[in-house]
């Protein structure tokens, strides 16, 4: 079903697979009109290829969504890279690319968005950190501090920009059954599972389902984090 | 939000699943307004409600409070299960620390910690029987430790986000996933937004949201 032309905007970075995808699917099933913004193309309204480590890109990616669907009513910010490796192994380069990915995608997708959402005086925006961001845990110390990054960052603009009708939001997943988890990913492993109250990984459409919750609420939750983790960091 | 409403408000979930095995619901919130808003969710996505205290628009049951155990004995008899448990948790009176009788005190914080307790006991068996079921809690959470003389509401909210987080471990084996919502003092959303948090955590989408605090409004802890 397309969704018709006087719908909703919604922007979703990483919108080509995994959770992105996920989200984006959601938001159009309930009657959003998405524009996906990844490296590779996505299954959306208006699918962008850009690179959100490039703020500049982004920019002209969010003022082509602003001219052909409209100013977004929301943003989804879920690129981000995943990896596991102990302190001693986090190279500079590693550090860097993890930092520029899942901090700077964030940052600069906010930068490109927020913009127009003041001009109009109203938005939505959640974004995807991590329960490794709340809890940390062995071996994510470079991904756990980038998601820790982002529930301050999201928090502090939420206070920032709750007075001129822009909510802020950030949803928190566990360890879910998306491509960015590895095959051989421990977080895939019984010995871990068995240890959850839910005893499984997170689906992303149930990462999504709160994605959505947050959206629709318009407001009535302003800097606050839900972590769908299947009571991995309670 | 600037869109036009095709998302609807607060768009409610279909929870009733699989047609022939409609879901039930207990409900006990003090406030009216918070119970008429929550059951009003709850029948609207197709889950049979029972209420402790007076019906509200919507309820199917409602039973007197004071007895725990024969009210989740009456829903399962008269409902046939019960899949989802939402259940408030009272606030003492603000008073100063220094000022106040501790016995009093006391009385008062174990009154307001017990009530829910002794609910979620009781309805613990039947949610088990159930399986895939919910209990949500709503409190004040950690919030309210930033009310003045509020040391006696602190406590009690104190002791629900550690009680929820527990019986989330020790329940989520057996299928029942406990979660609380917070409202934060001072900043007290609609009352639609209540219900739809309820809604959501009830729902299949919500199930791997274990052990969680969803708090409402703004401010709170960091860690949910």
Not at chain 1, 31 to 44: E, I, K
Request: proline letters at 5%; aromatic letters at 4%; charged letters at 15%.
């Amino acid at each position: 079903m397309t969704p018709p032309p006087d719908s909703p905007v919604a922007i979703v970075t990483g919108a080509a697979s995994g959770l992105g995808a996920s989200v984006a699917a959601a938001l159009s099933t309930a009657g959003w009109r998405v524009a996906g913004f990844d490296l590779r193309p996505s299954d959306t309204t208006l699918s962008v290829e850009v690179d959100v480590t490039d703020a500049a890109a982004l920019a002209a990616a969010a003022a082509r969504v602003a001219r052909e669907l409209g100013t977004a009513d929301a943003l989804v910010t879920v690129a981000g890279i995943y990896e596991e490796l102990p302190l001693e192994s986090i190279t500079d380069d590693r550090w860097d690319r993890m930092l520029a990915v899942n901090i700077g995608g964030t940052v600069n997708a906010c930068a490109a968005v927020v913009p127009q959402m003041l001009e109009r005086g109203s938005g939505a925006i959640v974004t995807i950190s991590s329960d490794l961001g709340l809890g940390g845990s062995q071996g994510d110390a470079h991904y756990a501090a980038t998601k820790g990054a982002i529930v301050g960052f999201s928090r502090s603009l939420a206070g920032e920009l709750e007075g001129r009708g822009i909510f802020v939001n950030s949803v928190a997943p566990g360890a879910a059954d998306t491509p960015m988890l590895a095959a051989d990913s421990p977080w895939r492993a019984e010995s871990f599972l068995s240890t959850l109250p839910a005893g499984r990984l997170v689906r992303p459409d149930e990462i999504a389902a709160a994605v959505l919750f947050f959206l629709e609420l318009r407001g009535a939750c302003v800097g606050q984090v839900i972590s769908p983790n299947a009571g991995a960091t309670i | 939000m600037g869109g036009n409403g095709a998302m609807g408000e607060h768009g409610a979930s279909d929870l009733t699943g699989d047609a022939n095995a409609q879901r039930v619901a207990l409900v006990s919130l003090d406030f009216d307004a918070e119970r008429s808003a929550v059951v009003a969710a709850l029948a609207g996505a197709g889950v049979r409600v029972a209420v402790l205290g007076t019906a509200v628009a919507g309820s199917d049951l409602a039973l007197p409070l004071g007895d725990d155990a024969a009210a989740v004995a009456a829903v399962e008899r008269e409902l046939g299960g019960i899949d989802i448990l939402v259940v408030g948790a009272a606030t003492p009176a603000p008073s100063a620390f220094v000022d106040a009788d501790v016995t009093q005190w006391m009385t008062s914080v174990h009154e307001a910690v017990s009530a829910p307790f002794r609910l979620m006991r009781a309805t613990a068996p039947a949610l088990r029987r159930a399986g895939d079921s919910r209990m949500v809690l709503v409190g004040a959470g950690w919030g309210a430790a930033g009310t003045v003389n509020g040391t006696a509401g602190a406590s009690v909210h104190g002791a629900l986000v550690a009680l929820t987080k527990t019986l989330a471990r020790d329940l989520g084996p057996d299928g029942v996933i406990v979660n609380e919502i917070v409202v934060q003092p001072g900043s007290r959303p609609d009352t639609g937004a209540l219900a739809a948090a309820v809604v959501y955590l009830a729902s299949p989408a919500g199930s791997a949201v274990v052990g969680q605090v969803v708090t409402l409004g703004r401010g709170g802890e960091v860690r949910p």
